[in-house]
């Protein structure tokens, strides 16, 4: 009597890897994301009331004054909330971005223009160098402002299976570079660090009215941390998370996947006058720039000091990133589309906008309710509280120096977990910590630094962060039981990882009296 061969065994799981599957197991069993953000909002609004009556003695750096917590179930909160519902989601900054990106994208991928880039880089590139390359482009995205949210991490999961590997390392390892890689800087400064420099001068003034913050104070820090971060990330998606997903199995649209076939003649011939097509277009839109006074540029009181008008956040070209993601991704698309066969007229253009649309309708409804949450915590005022209440904490504690860096970064990690906005976590803690610091000597480009290290390495964790919802949507293209507990276990090590070495790289420049930027210094006064 014949009998089958046993089934071979799955290897040991260790440790880590049973850690991170309880944590998606119990992150998954979490409500709907949608619904997650309604319940927050509701427990936001429950809080406020409770908290409404209470007399704090922490002052709001914003206002000067004590700081309130606002009842948000007062009737004439409750009237706001329903007057400001739509501007609200309307208005909520990553819906745009995505949406209009992704019609250009769409078009891209439906006329085939992005499979067939994909399978011409993936001939010539090494696979061991994927993921080193992939956290790479996510931290250059930094330049882009949000871009790299609705282009590198989707992308980072077409690239990985196309080459044989898990789409959601693809994902974790982009996400890393775009996300958890905030604070480095691969040679071109991002719209983020005038806008840091600005807080972080406003608040030194608070002392001493004559501190001058340049904008590019952190960049020789940031700019090494590139290779910290690439590191981390390289290993940690090699060793860690894609070995734990070799028990994930890839469910998702089998006719929506990227292949892996040898470009056909035709194709490669598209391919070829699409790549020149994009070429001519951004040649053309180079010589705008170049055009003395563009209007591309910054001008009068919107450029900072020490800032190429180009790069300020105000400028023009800053804002109109997401447009020029559309049109660079449209007119490639459409060339390629015009000669490999699959646009024949202007109808095929159109139905892949409506495809890339079709497929974020659950991301709108997330949308939704996440802006409306965001919204409520924000005028509760119980996020400026607990920012402002650890700060004070943390000043009351008078712990040695380094011990008092490494508290800043661990205190802006937390506090990011709840407030999303860098810019907003900054105004609220670096009115306590720049000053009290200056008192000790520490200079405010050395306290800057450690917020943007806390800032950066708990980005990829929170729900709370407003594309969290949308990489979960990407997740779930391949992954259909993907959640939010799948998205933080994935992204868990990178940043604990980061939190704890990130921190070590900061003291060691510290230690050794290592630059940390143009016009910096480690002490106060700067000697």
């Known amino acids: 009597m014949s009998s089958n061969p046993p089934a071979p065994a799955l290897p040991a799981r260790g440790y880590v890897t049973r850690f991170l599957d309880a944590v998606e197991r119990v992150g998954n069993r979490l409500p709907d994301p949608a619904m997650l953000f309604l319940l927050l909002m509701l427990l936001v609004w429950v809080v406020s009331a409770m908290l409404s009556n209470v007399s704090f003695e922490a002052i709001d750096p914003r206002s ?34 995505v949406l209009v990106a992704m019609l250009g994208l769409g078009v891209a991928e439906h006329t085939g223009f992005i499979n067939a880039m994909l399978r011409a880089i993936l001939a010539v590139t090494p696979r061991l160098l994927l993921t080193p390359v992939l956290i790479g482009v996510g931290i250059l995205s ?24 898990h789409p959601l390392a693809g994902i974790a390892a982009a996400f890393a570079g775009v996300s958890g890689g905030f604070s480095a800087t691969m040679g071109v400064p991002s719209s983020l660090d005038p806008l840091l420099a600005g807080l972080t001068q406003a608040a030194a003034h ?103 008008p180009l790069l300020t956040a105000a400028a023009p070209l800053m804002r109109s990133i997401v447009a020029l993601i559309f049109v660079f991704f449209l007119v490639p698309g459409v060339v390629y589309g015009c000669l490999a066969g699959t646009v024949t007229s202007h109808r095929d253009v159109i139905k892949g906008m409506s495809k890339a649309m079709s497929g974020m309708g659950y991301y709108i409804v997330m949308a939704f309710f996440c802006a409306q949450f965001i919204y409520a915590f924000a005028q509760s005022n119980l996020g400026a509280l607990l920012a402002i209440e650890g700060a004070g904490w943390l000043q009351a504690m008078n712990l040695p120096m380094g011990v008092t860096l490494v508290g800043i970064v661990l205190l802006s990690g937390f506090v990011n977990l709840l407030v999303g906005s860098a810019s907003a976590k900054w105004a609220l803690i670096g009115a306590v910590m720049v000053p009290m610091l200056m008192q000790l000597g520490v200079s405010p480009d050395l306290t800057q630094a450690a917020y943007r290290v806390g800032d950066s390495s708990t980005n990829i964790i929170t729900p709370l962060m407003p594309y969290f919802p949308l990489i979960v949507v990407f997740c779930q293209k391949y992954v259909k039981s993907s959640g939010i507990g799948t998205l933080i276990a994935l992204m868990l090590p990178f940043s604990i990882a980061l939190l704890a070495l990130w921190t070590a790289f900061l003291l060691g420049f510290w230690a050794l009296g290592i630059p940390l930027g143009i016009g910096a210094s480690h002490a106060y006064p700067a000697a």
């Open 142 to 165: 930094h330049v882009a402002v949000d871009a790299g949210y609705v282009l590198v991490i989707p992308l980072g999961a077409v690239i990985f299976y196309a080459a044989g590997r």
């Open 206 to 308: 608070i002392t001493d009215p004559g501190v001058v913050v340049n904008p590019l104070n952190n960049y020789f820090f940031t700019t090494a941390s590139v290779v910290l971060v690439v590191a981390v990330g390289w290993f940690l998606t090699d060793r860690v998370i894609e070995p734990r997903l070799k028990a994930t199995e890839v469910d998702g649209d089998p006719a929506a996947m990227p292949t892996m076939d040898a470009l056909q003649p035709a194709e490669s011939r598209a391919l070829l006058w699409s790549g020149v097509a994009i070429v001519v277009t951004i040649l053309a839109f180079v010589a705008t720039l170049l055009v003395p006074g563009t209007p591309w540029a910054a001008s009068g009181d919107d450029v900072l000091p020490g800032m190429n």
């Open 64 to 97: 000067g004054e004590a700081i309130r917590i606002r009842n948000m179930l007062s009737g004439s909160a409750l009237v706001e909330f329903m007057a400001q519902m739509v501007p609200t989601f309307v208005n909520f900054p990553p819906l745009g971005v």
